[in-house]
C-alpha cells in the first residue's frame, strides 16, 4: 500500500508556498541558535527581547524569499544556483535587517527592537547553512523513499570526462528514469581508483564479465565527444561482446537547444559499427547552382530519389516535379513534404518507359535540372528479367536523355551504382551502357551529362541492414550468402548529398565516384547486429550460409584506375574522366539492343556483352553466353575493339 502510494505520487511537486513557510521557519530556528550561540550556548539573553525581534526577522526573510524567487526552485533538483538564490536572500535578509536596526535607532519606532551585529553575523551563516541542508535532506530522502520501491537497472558510464559527468548528471535528475548509475570506465589510467559523486573510476581493463556480473549491470553508455570514427567503433565492438546493452550518447549538435537529456540516449546503431567516416560537404554550391531552377527528379519516391527530394526542397528553387510509378510511395512522400511546409512541387504518377507522356511533362514543366534516379536495381530478381532491366535501366534512361536534349535540359545527372564496373550480372551491365549512352549523348554538346557512382546503401529498399532486423525480429536465422562477402556502405543522406553536389559541380562528362572507405564483411555485420539486439550468437540466433545469389560478386569493385580520377576539392570525392571513343559505333550496338528487347529477341544478353565486354556472368544461367561468346572469332575481334575503347572510359 505504501509503495503503490509513493510511486504514484512521486511526480507531484511541493508547493512553493510550503517551501516558503518552511524557509521561514528555519529562519526563525537559526535566530535563536544565533543567540544561544552567542551566549556561549546558554540562555543569558533577554528573551522578550528576542520574541520582539523573531517575527520581524521572518517577516523579513519571507519577503527576501519572494523577491529572489529562491522558494520556487524544485527541491528534489537542487543545484547551485539554488543555493546561489538562497545566499543572495540571506544577504538581503541581513542588510535589511542592519538597515531597520539604524533606522530604529534614529526615530525610535519599536521600542527596544536592537540585534548585535554579530548576531546578524552568526545567524546569517547558520541560515546559509540551514536552508542548503534542509535542501539537501530532503532531495535525498525523496531520492531513498523512491528508489527504495523501484526495480533500477545498474549501469556504467564509459567516459569519466565532461560528457560523462552530464550524462550522470542527467541520468540522476531525471525522475522517470529506472537507471542506476554504479560506477565510470575511462582509458585514462591516471582517473583509475578516483571517485565521481562517490562513484568509482574504473579503467578498460577491468570491464571483465567477472565486474558485470559483481554490479550486476545491464548497460554500458558511451559517452565520449571528442572521439574519431575508428576508435568509436573499435571501442563499441569490444563492448558489444559483453553480456551487456551498449547505448551511445549523441553528439554535441544534435542535443535539443545545446542541452542534453537522458531521452537523447540511445542504442547504438549499426552505421555507428562501419568503417568509414561519413562524408562532409563544405562550402556546397548546390544553393546558387538550384536557385530560381525548376528541378525534376525521376524515381522520385523511391530510397535514393526520394532523399534528393527532401534535400532539394530545402533550396530556393522554383518548382520540383516528382515523377515515380510507385503511386503509394509517391503519396507518403507527398504528404511529408506538405506536412513539412513544402507546397511548391509537383507529384506524378508516370513511366519513364512511356515518352510520348514524358515528353508532354518535358513541355508543360521545361525543367532546368534533371536528377535521374529510376531504375531497377535488385541484382538478382533482374538476372532473369532481363527484359525489364533492359526496358528500364537502359530503354527508360535512353528517353529521358533524348529529351533532355531536345527540351534544353541544362544538366542531366544520372544515378549509377558501383554494380557497373567489371559487371557480373544484368543489372550491373544495364546500369554501365546507360553510363555509355550519357558518354554518347555529352558529344550533342547541349546538355551537361554526369554520372555518379555509389555502393550499397543503408536502409533503402531490398537492402541487407532492414533485412537483418526483420530476421532478428522474427528470431532468426539470419541469412548470408557467402562468409567472406563484402560491400561498402553509405547513408542515403550522404548519397543524395553527393549527387547533388555532383550536378552543382561536373562540368558535363564526369563520373563523380565517392570514397567509402574499406569494405564491410557482411557475416561479421550480422554477428554485431546480432549483438547490438542483445542476444548472442549462435546460442540465441544463428547465422545461416546460403551461397552467392545468381549474379552477385564476392567483392564489390568501387574506383577507376586511379591513373584516371581527378581530386575534388573534397578528398573523398574524385572524378573519372571520360575518354573519347567510337559514339557512333556503341549508339548503334545500344539501338540494336533497345530493339530486339522490344521484339523479345532471345539474344540480347549476348548484345549486352558485346557493348560491356568486361560483363562476365557469375554464378548465374547465363554463363553460358560467356563460352559461346569465345567460339565466334568475328564476335572476339569485335570485343576486343571495344575492350581496349571501353577500358580508356574505366
Known amino acids: 500500500m505504501l509503495k503503490k502510494y509513493l510511486l504514484k505520487n512521486s511526480n507531484r511537486y511541493a508547493s512553493k508556498w510550503s517551501v516558503l513557510a518552511i524557509d521561514t521557519l528555519i529562519i526563525a530556528f537559526s535566530f535563536v541558535l544565533s543567540y544561544i550561540i552567542r551566549f556561549n550556548l546558554s540562555f543569558g539573553f533577554d528573551v522578550s527581547k528576542l520574541l520582539l525581534q523573531l517575527p520581524i526577522v521572518m517577516i523579513v526573510a519571507a519577503v527576501t524569499f519572494v523577491v529572489t524567487g529562491s522558494h520556487k526552485g524544485f527541491i528534489r533538483h537542487t543545484g547551485i544556483k539554488d543555493i546561489y538564490n538562497i545566499f543572495n536572500a540571506i544577504c538581503l535578509s541581513s542588510i535589511i535587517i542592519i538597515f531597520v536596526i539604524i533606522l530604529n535607532r534614529r526615530f525610535d519606532y519599536i521600542d527596544g527592537f536592537t540585534i548585535p551585529l554579530s548576531i546578524i553575523i552568526i545567524h546569517s551563516l547558520i541560515s546559509l547553512v540551514g536552508l542548503t541542508t534542509s535542501r539537501y535532506i530532503f532531495k535525498a530522502m525523496y531520492h531513498n523513499m523512491v528508489t527504495k520501491f523501484k526495480v533500477f537497472k545498474n549501469i556504467f558510464i564509459y567516459g569519466a570526462g565532461e560528457s560523462g559527468i552530464l550524462t550522470y548528471n542527467a541520468l540522476t535528475n531525471h525522475t522517470g528514469t529506472n537507471s542506476k548509475v554504479v560506477g565510470f570506465i575511462d582509458d585514462d589510467k591516471k582517473k583509475r581508483g578516483k571517485r565521481i559523486n562517490g562513484l568509482p573510476v574504473h579503467s578498460r581493463s577491468d570491464l571483465t564479465e567477472y565486474l558485470i556480473d559483481k554490479h550486476n549491470i545491464s548497460e554500458i553508455i558511451v559517452a565520449i565527444h571528442k572521439i574519431d570514427n575508428a576508435k568509436l567503433r573499435k571501442l563499441v565492438e569490444g563492448l558489444v561482446d559483453l553480456p551487456v546493452q ?60 526520394s532523399e534528393i527530394v527532401r534535400q532539394i526542397a530545402n533550396y530556393d528553387y522554383a518548382s520540383l516535379i516528382i515523377i515515380d510509378q510507385a503511386e503509394s510511395a509517391l503519396y507518403d512522400l507527398q504528404q511529408e513534404l506538405k506536412q513539412s511546409g513544402h507546397h511548391n512541387f509537383v507529384p506524378i504518377v508516370a513511366d519513364i518507359r512511356d515518352k510520348n507522356r514524358m515528353n508532354h511533362f518535358f513541355e508543360e514543366h521545361k525543367p532546368d535540372i534533371l536528377f535521374h534516379a529510376a531504375a531497377y536495381k535488385h541484382v538478382p530478381l533482374m538476372e532473369y528479367n532481363a527484359y525489364e532491366a533492359i526496358k528500364i535501366n537502359i530503354g527508360g534512361t535512353k528517353n529521358i536523355a533524348d529529351l533532355a536534349i531536345s527540351h534544353n535540359v541544362e544538366k542531366f545527372v544520372f544515378v549509377s551504382t558501383d554494380k557497373a564496373v567489371n559487371p557480373t550480372n544484368v543489372m550491373g551491365a544495364t546500369k554501365r551502357i546507360a553510363e555509355i549512352y550519357i558518354s554518347c549523348m555529352q558529344q550533342e554538346h547541349k546538355t551537361k551529362f554526369i554520372t555518379t557512382r555509389f555502393g550499397n546503401v543503408l536502409g533503402s529498399n531490398g537492402s541487407v541492414i532492414p533485412l537483418f532486423k526483420k530476421q532478428i525480429e522474427k528470431g532468426g536465422p539470419l541469412t548470408v550468402t557467402h562468409k567472406d562477402i563484402t560491400r561498402y556502405f553509405m547513408t542515403i543522406p550522404e548519397a543524395s548529398q553527393l549527387v547533388l553536389e555532383a550536378g552543382a559541380m561536373g562540368k558535363g562528362g564526369e563520373i563523380f565516384i565517392f570514397d567509402m572507405g574499406e569494405s564491410v564483411k557482411i557475416f561479421d555485420l550480422a554477428k554485431n547486429m546480432i549483438k547490438l539486439s542483445g542476444l548472442k550468437y549462435p546460442e540465441d540466433i544463428d547465422i545461416k550460409i546460403t551461397g552467392l545469389r545468381p549474379g552477385e560478386k564476392l567483392y564489390e569493385e568501387l574506383l577507376a584506375n586511379g591513373e584516371n580520377t581527378l581530386p575534388t576539392y573534397n578528398k573523398k570525392i574524385m572524378i573519372s574522366k571520360v575518354r573519347d571513343l567510337n559514339y557512333e559505333f556503341f549508339r548503334s550496338k545500344i539501338d540494336e539492343l533497345f530493339v530486339s528487347n522490344m521484339v523479345f529477341n532471345s539474344n540480347i544478353v549476348q548484345l549486352m556483352k558485346e557493348i560491356v565486354p568486361e560483363y562476365i556472368s557469375n554464378n548465374s544461367d547465363l554463363c553460358k553466353f560467356d563460352k559461346s561468346i569465345t567460339t565466334d572469332k568475328n564476335l572476339i575481334e569485335n570485343k576486343n575493339i571495344i575492350k581496349t575503347q571501353l577500358t580508356q572510359i574505366n
Open 246 to 305: 551498449v547505448k551511445i550518447v549523441p553528439p554535441v549538435q544534435d542535443w535539443i537547444n545545446g542541452e542534453f537529456k537522458a531521452s537523447q540516449i540511445k542504442n547504438v546503431q549499426i552505421e555507428d559499427l562501419l568503417n568509414r567516416v561519413p562524408i562532409s560537404i563544405r562550402k556546397s554550391r548546390v544553393c546558387e547552382e538550384l536557385k530560381g531552377k525548376t528541378v525534376m527528379v525521376t524515381g522520385g519516391a523511391g530510397s535514393i530519389g
